[in-house]
């Protein structure tokens, strides 16, 4: 399996302004408030909430945020409505993308997605024309350089992973079946790796090569919608 194409200003901008952590802290703090209100404010009885919360550590997310944004999700504290949105859509070249998002105003962030998109060579696609293109599974990043390629690849295979990607910039990205996710996870954080990250995502079965004026144009776009308040994750079969 070839590695996956995930746009995340999360994982990518070491160097990011102020007007910028602030809208990653409301990203974080949204998506908070929705897994707690799905399964309930315990991270040890939530597997959501509890991966949510060890994204939050890269950013120092401060505690009475995340205390905040669970009692919201439950209840205890008053806020907006929030849901979960997804969206399906093609960008430069006609690559596939989907487009995951939380907001309080459906249609406002529908609109705001769509002048995106139009404005990036983009549009948005029929509900399932997309999806049926990726697979939702549990991707682990780890780091590699500290570690043997044959001894990693022996405890990916002992701690229960479908598959391994070896990327350029000494990330591997490890996939799992989406409900082993937490297990895998475990079970290589007890052989001593280091997991950067562990999320489900959506995985494209097959990625696909653009030419580079376009791979420009799908960068600016996923940029852009990254800005939008209610884009939360966006993925493509863009192959890196």
Request: no cysteine; hydrophobic share 35%.
């Amino acid at each position: 399996m070839s590695g996956h194409s995930h746009f995340s200003s999360i994982k990518h901008k070491k160097e990011i302004t102020d007007k910028k952590r602030g809208q990653i802290f409301s990203k974080l703090s949204r998506e908070i408030s929705v897994v707690a209100k799905e399964g309930g404010g315990n991270p040890e009885t939530n597997t959501k909430l509890r991966l949510v919360i060890e994204k939050t550590k890269e950013w120092n997310l401060p505690k009475e945020n995340i205390e905040r944004a669970i009692k919201r999700g439950t209840g205890e504290l008053a806020g907006g409505k929030l849901e979960e949105i997804l969206f399906e859509a093609y960008g430069p070249s006609g690559i596939a993308i989907i487009i995951e998002g939380i907001t309080d105003n459906k249609n406002r962030a529908l609109s705001e997605i769509k002048q995106v998109l139009s404005q990036n060579n983009g549009k948005l696609a029929d509900t399932g024309s997309v999806r049926w293109l990726f697979e939702r599974k549990g991707v682990i990043v780890v780091n590699s350089q500290f570690t043997a390629k044959e001894d990693l690849e022996l405890k990916v295979i002992e701690a229960g992973a479908e598959d391994i990607h070896w990327n350029d910039n000494k990330k591997v990205d490890i996939y799992t079946k989406g409900q082993d996710l937490e297990k895998v996870k475990a079970n290589l954080e007890k052989q001593g790796i280091q997991i950067e990250s562990a999320s489900l995502d959506w995985v494209a079965k097959e990625n696909v090569q653009i030419g580079e004026k376009d791979k420009i144009g799908s960068k600016k776009l996923f940029e852009t919608l990254d800005e939008l308040d209610s884009v939360q994750e966006i993925y493509s079969n863009l192959a890196s």
